[in-house]
C-alpha cells in the first residue's frame, strides 16, 4: 500500500496548491445547445430556456439553437418549455470557467394543445414511447458514480436488472442472460466490445474503453427495445458521442485509475468541430516504481474521437473512430506465486470507425445513415500452470463492414412509421490450436486445430408503427426479418408494446416481442456441422408501472418474463449450459464436440426502481430485483444457472453542498450465485478441477454486498477549473468470494476474492 501513502501525500499538496491559487472572483461560462422535436427533429423556435433557481434564460432561434453568457460557474438544472409541448428538465449541467457546456433537449408534443397544460414530468420524459424498458443516464452521472471508475458498464450495474457476480469484471448480465446477449451502439454503429481485454465472442471485460468524456447521453435498453435493434436477445447500450467546442479550443489532462491522458476539442471550419481523446495505463509503471513482487500489470491504451460537419442546415455528417490495444504476459513464476491456473502472453488490438449521415427531410421525416468498419484481432497463448501444456494458441482476426439506415416519419398527428436496413458482411481469420485435456467432468477431449477463413453476411430489414389514438395512449407494432448465410436462415420477429398515461404522473407499459441472435462464429467455426445449428431466440413478456412522486423523483416497478429455445449443448457435457461458459470457464476457447439445439432457459422477475435526479442537493436511486434464472440441458433437467442471485438490493446517492464539493456512496447486496462444488477424489487424482457432476449448480456463494464512497472537489480559476477525487471500493473490505478454484500447486480446493478494499484517486484539469 505504499504507493498509495505517496499518492494521498501529492494529493494532499495538489489540493494546497490549488486553494493557494483558486480565483478569488466568481468566474463565468456559457451554456449552448438545440432544442428539437422528438418525432420528427425538426427545430423549434421559441422554446424558453431557464436555468433554475436563477434569473438567467433565453429563447430558442430559428434554428433552434440558443446561447446563455456569463452564467456563474456551479451545477445547474436547465428547462426548456413550450405550449403544446411536454417540459423538459436537465440536471447535472456542469458551468466552467470560460468554457462552453452544451445542453441539448428533444420535446414532445402534446396530444391537447392549451396555455393550461403543465406536464411535470420534466427529469424523465414520461411522453417519450421509446423510452419504455430503459434507463438513461448523463456524463456527469456516469463520471461521479461511486465504484465506477468513469466505466459505463460499471454504472449500468446498480440497476435492480443486472445480476451481480464478480467485481473484476463489467460483464453485462441483464435479466438473467448470459454476458454475449448484449450489443453496444456509438452513434448508430454497432461496436462488438467496449472493453479492454475484451472475453471474445462476448460483451464484458475487466476495464472500460470508452471515456466518459465524450459521452453526451446513455440508454441501456433491458428488455422489450423496438425492431430497430436485432441480432441480442437481452439488451442494448445505446452510447451518443458528444460534439466538441465549435468556437474555441478546449484541451484537459486526466490521471486515473484507467490511466493518464487528456481530451482536445475545438472547431473545424465554420461548420464543424472534433473531439479527440488519447489514454494510456500506467499500472506497470507503478509496479516497476514499488517492487511489487511478481506480479505481472497489464498495459492498454485506446485513442478514440469524433468529427462533425454540417453540410446545409438540414445534412449533417459525423465520423467517429476508437482505438484500443491490450497486452498482458505473466510468466511461470506469476503464475504460481499469484494461483493463476492459466498464464502466458496476451496481444490484442480493437478498431472501429464509423461514419454517420444525418438528414432531416422536410418538417415530417429525417434518416440516419451509418457505414461502419470494426475489426478485433487476437494474439493469444496459455499455458497450464501445472502441467506446461500449451494449452491454447489463438490467433484471431474478426472483421466487419457495417450499413445501417433508419428512417422516421411522421404521418400525421396520430400516425408514425420507422423502417430500414441493417446489413454487415463479416470476414473472419481464425489459425487456432487447442491440446487435449480433461474437460470440466473429467473427460478427456482430444487436440483440435481450426484454420480457416470464413466470411458471410448478415441482413436484416425492420419496420415499426406508431399510432396515438388519443391523449395518454401510445402502441407500437412492427417486426424484422433477419438472414444469415453461415446457416442459411432467415428469422422473422413480431414485436408490439404499448404506453398509457393514466394521468400526467402515472404511466402503465407493457410489451412483448421475439429476439433471435446468431451464434458465435468462433463457436460455429469448431465443427462443420456447428453450421446448421438454429439460431436460439427468446421471446419477452414485459409490463410495467411509472410513477411521478415530484418532477425530479420516479418510482418504476416492473414484472418481466424470458423465455429462450434452442441453445447450443454440447452432447458430451448434457448437463452444463455451454453459453454460461463465456463467464466462469474458458470462454469458447475450448474445443466442443459437434453442438445440438436441445438447450432452453428461463428468467423472471419483478424490480422496484425509486430514482431521484439532481434538481437540488441531493440525488439518488435506490432499487430491488427478486429473480430466477434457469437452463435445461440436453438430459432435459432444470437446473439453475451460475448468474442467479435470487435478490439484489442496491442504493446510491449523493450529496452537493454546494459548487465545489460533492459526496456520493453506493451499497449493494446480491444473493449468493450457483456453483458446482468439485469431486474431490476425481480433482485430486487428475491434479486439476472436476465438477461432481451429480451436484450441478446445487450450491451457493455466500451472499454479497460492499459499499462505495466517494468525494469530489471542484476548483475554478478564472480560465481553468480542475477536479479532485477521492475514492474507496469496498470500503469496510468485506472478503467477498468470486469463486472456488482448484489449487493445482496444493492440490487442493481453494478461493479467489473480490476485490479487497481499493482506495482510487483521479486529477481532471480542464485547460
Given at each position: 500500500?505504499?504507493?498509495?501513502?505517496y499518492?494521498?501525500?501529492?494529493?494532499?499538496l495538489?489540493?494546497?496548491?490549488?486553494?493557494?491559487l483558486?480565483s478569488?472572483?466568481?468566474?463565468?461560462?456559457t451554456?449552448e445547445?438545440i432544442v428539437l422535436?422528438?418525432?420528427?427533429q425538426?427545430p423549434?423556435?421559441?422554446?424558453n430556456?431557464?436555468?433554475?433557481?436563477?434569473?438567467?434564460g433565453?429563447i430558442?432561434?430559428i434554428?433552434g439553437?440558443?446561447?446563455?453568457?456569463?452564467?456563474?460557474?456551479?451545477?445547474?438544472?436547465?428547462?426548456?418549455r413550450?405550449?403544446?409541448y411536454?417540459?423538459v428538465?436537465?440536471a447535472d449541467?456542469?458551468?466552467?470557467?470560460q468554457?462552453?457546456?452544451?445542453?441539448s433537449?428533444?420535446?414532445h408534443e402534446?396530444?391537447v394543445e392549451?396555455?393550461?397544460v403543465?406536464v411535470?414530468a420534466g427529469?424523465?420524459?414520461q411522453?417519450?414511447?421509446q423510452?419504455?424498458?430503459?434507463?438513461?443516464f448523463s456524463?456527469?452521472?456516469?463520471?461521479?458514480a461511486?465504484?465506477?471508475?468513469?466505466?459505463?458498464?460499471?454504472?449500468?450495474?446498480?440497476?435492480?436488472s443486472?445480476?451481480k457476480v464478480?467485481?473484476q469484471?463489467?460483464?453485462?448480465?441483464v435479466?438473467?442472460?448470459?454476458?454475449?446477449?448484449?450489443a453496444?451502439?456509438?452513434?448508430?454503429i454497432?461496436?462488438?466490445?467496449i472493453?479492454?481485454f475484451?472475453?471474445?465472442?462476448?460483451?464484458?471485460?475487466p476495464i472500460g474503453?470508452?471515456?466518459?468524456?465524450?459521452?453526451d447521453e446513455?440508454?441501456?435498453?433491458t428488455?422489450?427495445?423496438?425492431?430497430?435493434?436485432?441480432d441480442?436477445?437481452?439488451?442494448i447500450?445505446?452510447?451518443r458521442?458528444?460534439?466538441?467546442?465549435?468556437?474555441n479550443?478546449?484541451?484537459?489532462l486526466?490521471?486515473?485509475i484507467?490511466?493518464f491522458g487528456?481530451v482536445?476539442?475545438g472547431?473545424?471550419?465554420?461548420k464543424g468541430?472534433?473531439v479527440?481523446?488519447?489514454?494510456?495505463?500506467?499500472?506497470?509503471?507503478?509496479?516497476?516504481?514499488f517492487d511489487v513482487g511478481?506480479?505481472?500489470?497489464p498495459?492498454y491504451?485506446?485513442v478514440?474521437?469524433?468529427?462533425?460537419?454540417?453540410?446545409?442546415?438540414?445534412?449533417?455528417?459525423?465520423?467517429i473512430?476508437?482505438?484500443?490495444?491490450?497486452?498482458?504476459n505473466?510468466?511461470?513464476?506469476?503464475?504460481?506465486?499469484?494461483?493463476m491456473?492459466?498464464?502466458?502472453?496476451?496481444?490484442?488490438?480493437?478498431?472501429a470507425?464509423?461514419?454517420?449521415?444525418?438528414?432531416l427531410?422536410?418538417?415530417?421525416?429525417?434518416?440516419?445513415t451509418?457505414i461502419?468498419?470494426l475489426?478485433?484481432?487476437?494474439?493469444?497463448?496459455f499455458?497450464?500452470?501445472n502441467?506446461g501444456?500449451?494449452?491454447v494458441?489463438?490467433?484471431?482476426?474478426e472483421?466487419a463492414f457495417?450499413?445501417?439506415?433508419?428512417?422516421?416519419v411522421?404521418l400525421?398527428a396520430?400516425?408514425?412509421?420507422?423502417?430500414g436496413?441493417?446489413?454487415k458482411?463479416?470476414?473472419?481469420?481464425?489459425?487456432?490450436?487447442?491440446a487435449a485435456?480433461?474437460?470440466?467432468v473429467?473427460?478427456?477431449?482430444?487436440?483440435?486445430?481450426?484454420?480457416q477463413?470464413?466470411?458471410?453476411?448478415?441482413?436484416?430489414?425492420f419496420?415499426n408503427y406508431?399510432?396515438?389514438p388519443?391523449?395518454g395512449?401510445?402502441m407500437?407494432?412492427?417486426s424484422?426479418?433477419d438472414?444469415?448465410?453461415i446457416n442459411d436462415?432467415?428469422?422473422?420477429?413480431?414485436?408490439?408494446?404499448?404506453?398509457?398515461q393514466f394521468d400526467?404522473?402515472t404511466t402503465?407499459?407493457?410489451?412483448s416481442?421475439?429476439?433471435?441472435?446468431n451464434l458465435?462464429?468462433?463457436l460455429i467455426?469448431q465443427?462443420?456441422s456447428?453450421?446448421s445449428?438454429?439460431?436460439?431466440?427468446a421471446?419477452h413478456y414485459?409490463?410495467g408501472?411509472?410513477?411521478?412522486?415530484?418532477?425530479?423523483?420516479?418510482l418504476?416497478?416492473e414484472?418481466?418474463?424470458?423465455?429462450?429455445y434452442d441453445?447450443p449443448v454440447?452432447?458430451?457435457?448434457?448437463?452444463?449450459?455451454?453459453?454460461d461458459?463465456?463467464?466462469?470457464?474458458?470462454?469458447?476457447?475450448?474445443?466442443?464436440s459437434?453442438?445440438?439445439?436441445?438447450?432452453?432457459?428461463?428468467s423472471r422477475?419483478i424490480e422496484?426502481t425509486?430514482?431521484?435526479?439532481l434538481?437540488?442537493?441531493?440525488?439518488?436511486?435506490?432499487s430491488?430485483?427478486?429473480?430466477?434464472?434457469e437452463?435445461?440441458g440436453?438430459d432435459?433437467?432444470w437446473?439453475?444457472?451460475?448468474?442467479?442471485?435470487?435478490?439484489?438490493?442496491?442504493a446510491?446517492?449523493?450529496?452537493k453542498?454546494?459548487?465545489e464539493w460533492?459526496?456520493s456512496?453506493?451499497?449493494?447486496?446480491?444473493?449468493g450465485?450457483?456453483y458446482?462444488?468439485?469431486?474431490?477424489s476425481?480433482?485430486q487424482q487428475?491434479k486439476r478441477a472436476?465438477?461432481?457432476t451429480?451436484?450441478?449448480?446445487?450450491?451457493r456463494y455466500?451472499?454479497?454486498?460492499?459499499?462505495?464512497?466517494r468525494f469530489d472537489k471542484r476548483?475554478?480559476?478564472?480560465?481553468?477549473?480542475?477536479?479532485?477525487y477521492?475514492?474507496?471500493?469496498?470500503?469496510?473490505?468485506?472478503?467477498?468470494?468470486?469463486?472456488?478454484f482448484?489449487?493445482?500447486k496444493e492440490?487442493?480446493?481453494?478461493?479467489i476474492?473480490q476485490w479487497?478494499?481499493?482506495?482510487?484517486?483521479?486529477i481532471?484539469?480542464?485547460l
Amino acid at each position: 500500500m505504499k504507493q498509495y501513502f505517496y499518492a494521498s501525500i501529492g494529493l494532499l499538496l495538489l489540493i494546497i496548491l490549488a486553494n493557494t491559487l483558486r480565483s478569488q472572483s466568481l468566474p463565468t461560462g456559457t451554456i449552448e445547445g438545440i432544442v428539437l422535436d422528438g418525432a420528427s427533429q425538426t427545430p423549434l423556435i421559441g422554446v424558453n430556456v431557464i436555468v433554475m433557481n436563477t434569473t438567467l434564460g433565453g429563447i430558442t432561434d430559428i434554428t433552434g439553437r440558443f446561447t446563455l453568457k456569463n452564467v456563474p460557474v456551479g451545477n445547474y438544472s436547465v428547462q426548456f418549455r413550450m405550449i403544446g409541448y411536454a417540459t423538459v428538465a436537465k440536471a447535472d449541467v456542469i458551468v466552467r470557467p470560460q468554457r462552453i457546456t452544451t445542453v441539448s433537449a428533444d420535446l414532445h408534443e402534446l396530444a391537447v394543445e392549451s396555455e393550461q397544460v403543465v406536464v411535470t414530468a420534466g427529469y424523465f420524459q414520461q411522453n417519450d414511447i421509446q423510452s419504455m424498458n430503459s434507463v438513461g443516464f448523463s456524463r456527469e452521472e456516469i463520471r461521479r458514480a461511486p465504484g465506477s471508475g468513469g466505466d459505463v458498464s460499471r454504472i449500468i450495474m446498480s440497476l435492480p436488472s443486472l445480476a451481480k457476480v464478480n467485481d473484476q469484471s463489467n460483464s453485462l448480465i441483464v435479466r438473467g442472460g448470459s454476458p454475449f446477449e448484449n450489443a453496444f451502439y456509438i452513434d448508430g454503429i454497432e461496436i462488438p466490445n467496449i472493453n479492454h481485454f475484451p472475453t471474445q465472442g462476448a460483451t464484458g471485460g475487466p476495464i472500460g474503453m470508452v471515456n466518459v468524456d465524450l459521452i453526451d447521453e446513455v440508454n441501456f435498453h433491458t428488455g422489450g427495445f423496438s425492431p430497430l435493434y436485432g441480432d441480442k436477445l437481452s439488451s442494448i447500450l445505446d452510447i451518443r458521442f458528444r460534439e466538441g467546442n465549435k468556437n474555441n479550443f478546449d484541451g484537459q489532462l486526466d490521471l486515473n485509475i484507467a490511466g493518464f491522458g487528456g481530451v482536445a476539442e475545438g472547431p473545424l471550419g465554420e461548420k464543424g468541430s472534433y473531439v479527440l481523446s488519447a489514454r494510456r495505463s500506467y499500472l506497470e509503471y507503478v509496479m516497476k516504481m514499488f517492487d511489487v513482487g511478481t506480479t505481472v500489470a497489464p498495459s492498454y491504451g485506446d485513442v478514440q474521437g469524433k468529427i462533425v460537419y454540417a453540410l446545409s442546415p438540414n445534412h449533417k455528417v459525423s465520423l467517429i473512430g476508437l482505438y484500443g490495444d491490450d497486452h498482458n504476459n505473466p510468466d511461470l513464476k506469476a503464475a504460481i506465486e499469484n494461483d493463476m491456473i492459466y498464464y502466458g502472453p496476451q496481444d490484442i488490438y480493437q478498431s472501429a470507425a464509423g461514419i454517420t449521415w444525418r438528414a432531416l427531410w422536410g418538417k415530417n421525416a429525417y434518416s440516419t445513415t451509418s457505414i461502419g468498419y470494426l475489426s478485433s484481432r487476437f494474439n493469444e497463448d496459455f499455458f497450464e500452470t501445472n502441467t506446461g501444456i500449451h494449452l491454447v494458441k489463438n490467433r484471431s482476426t474478426e472483421a466487419a463492414f457495417s450499413l445501417r439506415n433508419v428512417n422516421h416519419v411522421k404521418l400525421s398527428a396520430i400516425h408514425s412509421v420507422e423502417f430500414g436496413i441493417d446489413i454487415k458482411r463479416l470476414m473472419n481469420e481464425y489459425d487456432n490450436s487447442y491440446a487435449a485435456y480433461s474437460d470440466a467432468v473429467g473427460d478427456s477431449i482430444g487436440a483440435a486445430v481450426i484454420d480457416q477463413n470464413i466470411a458471410a453476411e448478415k441482413i436484416g430489414m425492420f419496420a415499426n408503427y406508431i399510432v396515438q389514438p388519443f391523449s395518454g395512449l401510445s402502441m407500437t407494432i412492427g417486426s424484422r426479418a433477419d438472414y444469415f448465410s453461415i446457416n442459411d436462415r432467415m428469422t422473422v420477429s413480431p414485436r408490439a408494446s404499448l404506453a398509457f398515461q393514466f394521468d400526467e404522473l402515472t404511466t402503465f407499459r407493457m410489451s412483448s416481442g421475439v429476439y433471435y441472435q446468431n451464434l458465435p462464429v468462433l463457436l460455429i467455426s469448431q465443427s462443420t456441422s456447428n453450421k446448421s445449428l438454429k439460431d436460439p431466440y427468446a421471446v419477452h413478456y414485459i409490463a410495467g408501472v411509472d410513477h411521478l412522486l415530484s418532477d425530479d423523483t420516479k418510482l418504476s416497478v416492473e414484472a418481466y418474463m424470458k423465455e429462450y429455445y434452442d441453445f447450443p449443448v454440447d452432447p458430451a457435457d448434457p448437463s452444463l449450459f455451454l453459453v454460461d461458459e463465456v463467464f466462469y470457464r474458458a470462454g469458447f476457447f475450448l474445443n466442443h464436440s459437434p453442438l445440438s439445439n436441445d438447450g432452453k432457459a428461463r428468467s423472471r422477475g419483478i424490480e422496484f426502481t425509486l430514482q431521484k435526479k439532481l434538481a437540488h442537493d441531493f440525488y439518488g436511486l435506490a432499487s430491488a430485483t427478486f429473480f430466477r434464472t434457469e437452463y435445461k440441458g440436453s438430459d432435459d433437467v432444470w437446473r439453475k444457472r451460475v448468474f442467479d442471485n435470487k435478490i439484489i438490493v442496491s442504493a446510491e446517492g449523493g450529496y452537493k453542498p454546494n459548487n465545489e464539493w460533492e459526496f456520493s456512496a453506493r451499497w449493494i447486496y446480491a444473493g449468493g450465485t450457483p456453483y458446482t462444488p468439485f469431486d474431490l477424489s476425481q480433482s485430486q487424482q487428475l491434479k486439476r478441477a472436476v465438477f461432481d457432476t451429480d451436484k450441478i449448480n446445487s450450491s451457493r456463494y455466500p451472499a454479497y454486498h460492499s459499499m462505495n464512497l466517494r468525494f469530489d472537489k471542484r476548483f475554478h480559476f478564472q480560465s481553468s477549473n480542475l477536479v479532485l477525487y477521492v475514492s474507496a471500493w469496498n470500503v469496510y473490505d468485506r472478503k467477498n468470494v468470486a469463486a472456488y478454484f482448484w489449487n493445482e500447486k496444493e492440490n487442493g480446493q481453494d478461493t479467489i476474492y473480490q476485490w479487497n478494499l481499493l482506495p482510487i484517486f483521479g486529477i481532471e484539469y480542464e485547460l
